[in-house]
């Protein structure tokens, strides 16, 4: 069946900005009245990396760096920072060795300090695939040019060597030196946190890079770094030896972990050699391997802070200028962050990164959702004289005194943290919230301070410290920090982040490097280097944390660009010749479990399923297909390589425009499906993408889907955010593959099904008994609670009905012929997409969670508001990893983003009895228990109800909050 071009006339334009019309609002506030919401709370109403060896780092670290800043303070004419950060990513498994999910939202902040800090990350030999790119001219995620990886894996020793420069005055160890490299790198591998122990000595460990820097500081990677330019002041950078920042506690004097500078002076970059437990490190090491003393955590914290306070020569301040996300602030309120987010706006020309949150007043997180993220560029004050500070002390200093002064030498804690021994002189007394202290010629000081009034009464300070948040937070719950061109920042929530969207323009948002793939070149530098291939990590396995045991943690990443784990079996050697605009790519994914890598039947009827729907999709349209195969042994790698791989001597036309690429594991484990998904769709090269398909099933892509999914891109190419829904159906005779004319070899061994087939009188089909029930069909005999009959009847109610319509002319409820067609159109489609924003609410977890089928469907890259990058705002939730664990859960978020939810006419997927027969064939082997997830009844596999419930309750909340959000700011820019 051949179908005809669709033409966009004026009419369809017309009738599609009519079904734009939506009543998505008032069911967001509706949803999030279920959660709590309070007037107050927010919402309401090889690729080239940043990557050097340690060898040539110290010739990179002279380089300044020359980047664009007109609203800083002066400071980057006479002054530099270099903030050094080590990082150890823990485990012996190169496979999960990465920088921690999110390095992102670190990278995206630190961009707007370009102009006076770089960010120094030290790490112990992290891949490079799983390494960012620093292209900042391409599309999607690229670090910054300030933020720079160190590879200490290429120095002899690594960073235990660098770490034993603490004992370079020591004329003699008490241990082997080599010995002492090996346990200090053990140590610090088995214990990453014992890093913070040599933060006061970075000056002296990492000198080699930090000689062309003014002053050098540590941090961590759990900060989001504002706008310091305009913040650091050059008093602070000219007049003190050390400056510290925290956020409200300065009656505890000690020099903060999170952020702390230090000028680069010889006598500063010393002062730590008054610990022990640094300079004597060797000392430590020895009596702790010789079962003298046990080898107990220090904090830098504690004997460093003393030791400074003990000077009286230098000068000190210990500034307030942080948030953090501590449910309590040192006042006893609420922490508005955790009630409301913390903003970071990139500014109009994406070269900011200004941190603010609601004030303290009832209202002010009405007014944070009125103000324009762009608001300090219209600041008077914030955008006033550069040299006019954004806090300023006021008022007389007054001598204040520790607890050791005071005579209180015993009995004094106020950092539970730090050891005994320093806490008279740690604790200050007398010091309140809103003062600055300072150390002068060895006597303290305070003295109050204000910050500058802003707009809607909201707090803007330059650091943000997620310490709390981050040790929750996964990989998708971050994954919207995409692209910093595409958005004017983000919000930082408890439940992930979310893109703050710019204003709708006229420019074209369908370029082909904003979709990122440039497709031309495809066959050219694929074969080269790969590079076209994305460079985003996904979590194939999961398990619960130790600490916090409410958390999920990755045990296994996947990336495309990890040649030792992914192999390419298609290159898609003509994917130079599709059009990306028009054409869809069908992804899919297949994944073989070892009992089934054991039954040559059974593997092979797998194998020929995935063929089957390359050959069917057709060879003039693109495809991906990624195999998962565990328990896999040299002749199965064998097996599927021949099966899809093309050469000259063997062509396979079908494979031209499909990119396979194959994972095989010796280990039995089941991995997460969604991960798989996620996968596959980001290596689709279209706007438009199908994905879903669930081969294990034995499903089939419908005979002309490939022609109905095109005609559909081209009528909407014009519009963005749209999700079609392909139903599918179990065909129940057995007798069908015989009397099936379509079955043709070039649809490799499986026959599809035509949709004349199903929607035609049937006298005139082979059909006559499909149910749309697919678990009645499978393998395993799972209970029928994950099946919703309502939303299920009104998919295939309307795709029955505007198929129909489409195909034979039958008048149906939906055409457009009709009087009340379009009406009745629209109410059907806002009625389906209500259906699935209902999902997210407490009543309907049980259905949310098991939802079944897992819907296939056809979704725009583009999402419906400017800026939104679908699969990278709304990917599919990887720890949810069963078979059937929140199928519906994506495209309920979807529905609450904004996206109009429909049904593609005329496309579908079926699975038949003669692919079903010889899937369920399995032999029973009571000696051999199967692997967690083998079956659809195990349901969310990788975790307990109790933290599946805990992420799940973050997925919901998500979306809502966007989205109201989103809608508040466009009330704002209507008026």
């Known amino acids: 069946m051949t179908l005809p071009r669709a033409r966009k006339t004026p009419s369809d334009d017309k009738r599609r900005q009519i079904i734009r019309i939506s009543c998505v609002c008032g069911v967001l506030l509706l949803l999030y009245s279920f959660w709590g919401g309070s007037s107050d709370g927010i919402p309401k109403s090889s690729h080239k990396r940043n990557h050097i060896s340690a060898r040539a780092a110290f010739q990179r670290a002279k380089s300044k760096l020359h980047v664009g800043h007109n609203k800083g303070n002066g400071n980057e004419q006479q002054h530099r920072i270099a903030i050094v950060i080590p990082y150890v990513a823990s485990g012996d498994d190169q496979s999960t060795k990465a920088l921690p999910p999110y390095f992102d939202a670190f990278c995206a902040a630190a961009r707007g300090s370009a102009s006076l800090v770089d960010f120094l990350i030290f790490h112990n030999g992290i891949p490079d695939h799983l390494l960012p790119p620093n292209d900042e001219t391409s599309s999607g995620f690229s670090m910054p040019s300030n933020v720079k990886l160190i590879n200490l894996a290429d120095v002899e020793g690594g960073m235990a060597e660098l770490f034993l420069r603490v004992s370079d005055e020591k004329k003699q160890l008490e241990m082997e030196r080599s010995t002492l490299i090996r346990i200090i790198e053990r140590h610090i591998s088995l214990y990453p946190y014992v890093l913070v122990e040599f933060k006061a000595a970075m000056g002296h460990i990492f000198a080699d890079y930090l000689q062309s820097y003014s002053h050098w500081g540590y941090s961590d990677l759990d900060i989001l770094f504002g706008d310091m330019p305009r913040w650091i002041t050059p008093d602070e950078l000219t007049n003190y030896d050390i400056v510290t920042y925290g956020y409200g506690d300065q009656d505890r004097l000690y020099l903060r972990g999170q952020f702390t500078i230090h000028k680069n002076t010889p006598k500063i970059n010393q002062l730590w050699r008054g610990c022990d437990f640094l300079s004597d490190i060797d000392g430590r090491f020895s009596r702790a391997a010789k079962g003298e003393k046990k080898l107990e955590f220090e904090s830098a914290e504690g004997c460093y802070s003393a030791v400074v306070l003990k000077q009286t020569d230098i000068r000190i301040k210990y500034a307030v200028k942080a948030l953090t996300d501590e449910a309590t602030t040192k006042d006893g309120t609420q922490s508005k962050a955790l009630s409301h987010g913390v903003y970071i706006s990139f500014g109009k020309n994406k070269d900011r990164s200004v941190i603010y949150t609601a004030g303290k007043d009832a209202r002010d997180g009405e007014k944070l959702l009125h103000l324009d993220p762009n608001w300090f560029e219209t600041s008077d004050f914030y955008s006033g004289p550069a040299n006019v500070p954004l806090q300023q002390e006021y008022g007389e200093r007054v001598p204040i005194k520790t607890a050791r002064m005071m005579g209180s030498d015993h009995a004094v804690r106020c950092m539970f943290w730090a050891p005994k021994q320093y806490q008279p002189d740690l604790c200050a007394k007398d010091v309140a919230p809103t003062d600055t202290v300072f150390l002068i010629d060895g006597v303290l000081y305070k003295q109050a301070f204000r910050n500058a009034v802003f707009p809607a009464g909201i707090v803007s300070l330059p650091f943000f410290h997620f310490q709390e948040w981050k040790r929750y937070y996964r990989s998708t719950q971050l994954s919207s920090i995409y692209d910093y061109k595409l958005t004017d920042g983000f919000a930082m929530f408890k439940e992930g982040m979310v893109p703050l969207l710019p204003a709708p323009s006229a420019k074209s948002r369908f370029g082909k490097k904003v979709i990122g793939k440039l497709t031309k070149k495809w066959k050219k530098t694929f074969r080269k280097d790969g590079k076209q291939l994305p460079s985003s990590q996904f979590c194939l396995l999961s398990s619960k944390r130790n600490n916090p045991p409410a958390a999920a943690e ?141 081969l294990e099933r034995g499903l089939l892509i419908s005979k002309e889907a490939s022609q109905f999914a095109t005609r559909s891109a081209i009528a909407h190419q014009d519009f963005t955010g749209d999700v079609f829904i392909l139903p599918q159906f179990a065909v129940k005779e057995t007798g069908y593959d015989d009397v099936n004319p379509n079955i043709d070899e070039r649809h490799g061994a499986f026959p599809p099904v035509s949709v004349l087939e199903l929607v035609q009188d049937p006298a005139n089909h082979y059909i006559t008994d499909v149910t749309t029930r697919l678990h009645t069909m499978d393998c395993d005999d799972c209970s029928e609670s994950g099946w919703h009959e309502t939303i299920q009847d009104k998919i295939h109610t309307l795709w029955y009905d505007m198929s129909a319509s489409e195909i034979t002319g039958k008048v149906g409820n939906y055409s457009l012929s009709q009087p009340n067609g379009m009406d009745a159109l629209i109410g059907a489609m806002e009625d389906l997409q209500l259906s699935f924003m209902e999902l997210l609410t407490p009543q309907n977890y049980p259905r949310l969670r098991d939802f079944d089928p897992s819907p296939i469907l056809m979704v725009d890259r583009f999402g419906p508001r400017e800026g939104m990058m679908t699969f990278d705002l709304v990917p599919e939730v990887e720890e949810f990893g069963g078979w059937n664990c929140f199928n519906a859960l994506r495209l309920a978020q979807l529905a609450a983003f904004g996206y109009r939810i429909s049904v593609l006419p005329g496309a579908f997927a079926a699975s038949l009895p003669s692919v079903r027969n010889i899937l369920c064939t399995e032999e029973e082997n009571e000696n051999e228990e199967e692997a967690k997830g083998s079956s659809r009844c195990d349901g969310c596999f990788m975790f307990n109800d109790d933290l599946i419930q805990t992420m799940a309750k973050d997925e919901r909340e998500r979306p809502i909050k966007a989205a109201v959000l989103w809608n508040e700011q466009d009330i704002i820019r209507a008026t």
């Not at 499909?658 to 996620?678: E, H, Q, T, W, Y």
């Open 554 to 694: 990755c045990n296994r990443i996947a990336s495309w660009l990890d040649e030792s784990q992914v192999n390419i079996l298609s290159g898609a050697d003509r994917w130079d010749k599709i059009d990306i605009a028009e054409h869809v790519t069908l992804t899919m994914t297949l994944q073989i479990r070892p009992e089934q890598v054991a039954n040559a039947k059974i593997l092979q009827a797998l194998l020929d399923v995935a063929e089957s729907n390359i050959k069917i999709w057709s060879d003039q349209y693109p495809s991906v297909l990624l195999i998962y195969v565990a328990g896999s042994s040299k002749d199965v790698v064998d097996q599927v390589s021949r099966k899809f791989s093309s050469s000259a001597s063997y062509p396979k036309p079908h494979l031209d425009r499909c990119l396979v690429g194959a994972i095989f594991s010796s280990s039995p484990d089941n991995v997460s499906r969604k991960a798989l998904m996620n996968m596959a769709s980001a290596a689709a090269p279209t706007r438009f993408v199908i994905t879903g398909m669930e």
